[in-house]
């Protein structure tokens, strides 16, 4: 089935790292991704991993892919208030459509 | 470049009623797809289409449609309005397949409140 989960929440303080996690079941997936939604905003494309790459730094971003455990997580560094957001990780099972998690809000308090 | 341009941003329609949204895609974007965004459901594919053609479709009801012109700029239609139909309805473009880079560029949405 398609199903992909994520906490609901994540508090971090500023300059502090956040890691968001998401676990998705589709093990043919070929691409996953993470979508950052800001307030009234529609959503932006952070970075996304290739399945067979177990890791891929971008800049604060780093994405770590077990595809074992089919375990999706994004590391951002050095945490700053202008990443408040509602993060999404998205895996595509068809070629045009992505299927998107429950969203993560992150909240960084200074 | 222009980002992908969704009309109306926010509209209230009352149980019964219909509505169309329409989607302008990124210059040269040949992909169109829509998603739905609740607090309930979260965000779940529509349809997807490319050259006029619908490719993907999601798990909605007949009362969901949609079309996607000449030039790409793309149309979704809600017959029959719920409460339930209360959303974000988001559109994205891509240059053609989603799954050769996952960029897909999203508008803002269009809010529509059913009454």
């Known amino acids: 089935g398609e199903d992909v989960e994520q906490s609901l929440f994540l508090s971090v303080r500023e300059g502090d790292s956040s890691v968001i996690n998401c676990t998705y079941t589709?093990?043919?997936?070929?691409?996953l991704y993470w979508y950052k939604q800001e307030p009234g905003a529609g959503l932006q494309l952070l970075t996304y991993?290739?399945?067979?790459?177990d890791m891929k730094q971008d800049q604060r971003l780093t994405v770590l892919l077990n595809k074992k455990d089919k375990h999706l997580s994004l590391r951002i560094a050095d945490t700053q208030t202008g990443d408040s957001a509602i993060y999404f990780c998205?895996?595509?099972?068809?070629?045009?459509?992505?299927?998107f998690g429950t969203g993560t809000r992150l909240q960084v308090f200074p | 470049k222009a980002g992908v341009t969704q009309t109306p941003r926010y509209l209230i329609k009352t149980r019964g009623q219909q509505v169309t949204l329409s989607c302008s895609p990124i210059?040269?974007?040949?992909?169109v797809s829509w998603y739905q965004q609740t607090p309930g459901q979260g965000l779940q594919f529509l349809f997807e289409?490319?050259?006029?053609?619908?490719?993907n479709k999601g798990n909605f009801p007949g009362r969901f449609s949609g079309r996607q012109f000449s030039n790409s700029r793309s149309e979704m239609n809600v017959s029959t309005l719920e409460l339930g139909d209360s959303a974000l309805y988001l559109c994205?473009?891509?240059?053609?397949?989603?799954?050769?880079?996952?960029?897909?560029?999203f508008g803002e949405g269009s809010r529509l409140t059913v009454l």
């Open positions: 994205a473009s891509s240059w053609e397949r989603t799954s050769n880079t996952g960029e897909l560029f």
């Open positions: 589709d093990s043919s997936s070929t691409y």
């Open positions: 991993i290739f399945s067979n790459m």
């Open positions: 998205a895996e595509s099972v068809d070629t045009d459509k992505l299927i």
């Open positions: 210059s040269g974007h040949r992909s």
């Open positions: 289409y490319f050259s006029e053609t619908q490719r």
